[in-house]
Nanobody, 117 residues
Framework: QVQLVESGGGLVQAGGSLRLSCAAS????????MGWYRQAPGKQRELVAA???????NYAESVKGRFAISRDSAKNTVYLQMNRLKPEDTAVYYC???????????WGQGTQVTVSS
């Protein structure tokens, strides 16, 4: 079992920055790909950014050039640096850990990000 705890959400003005953190309960990055998803009211959950076990990253088109995903294996923590935030980035952001190798998928509880115009 893996627990994921997100932090770092909040209220920010458009153009501002936030950094989200996702702390895993143990060292899992060698077998789990990590991702950040978001869900706005009335919309489906969507992938924002992901980092593979090998360190490759990919981003939703809407956040490319503004967001950056990274991880710190020593701290068992994944980060999402969000810059030049827009009101349309407002959503609950969820951390995800997925491993095809062991067939497990875990979600954090989510953290609210609100961007005011």
């Amino acid at each position: 079992q893996v627990q994921l705890v997100e932090s770092g959400g909040g209220l920010v003005q458009a153009g501002g920055s936030l950094r989200l953190s996702c702390a895993a309960s143990r060292n899992i990055f060698s077998i789990y790909a990590m991702g950040w998803y978001r869900q706005a009211p009335g919309k489906q959950r969507e992938l924002v950014a992901a980092i593979s076990t090998g360190g490759s990253t990919n981003y939703a088109e809407s956040v490319k050039g503004r967001f950056a995903i990274s991880r710190d294996s020593a701290k068992n923590t994944v980060y999402l640096q969000m810059n030049r935030l827009k009101p349309e980035d407002t959503a609950v952001y969820y951390c995800n850990a997925n491993s095809r190798l062991v067939g497990n998928n875990y979600w954090g509880q989510g953290t609210q990000v609100t961007v005011s115009s």
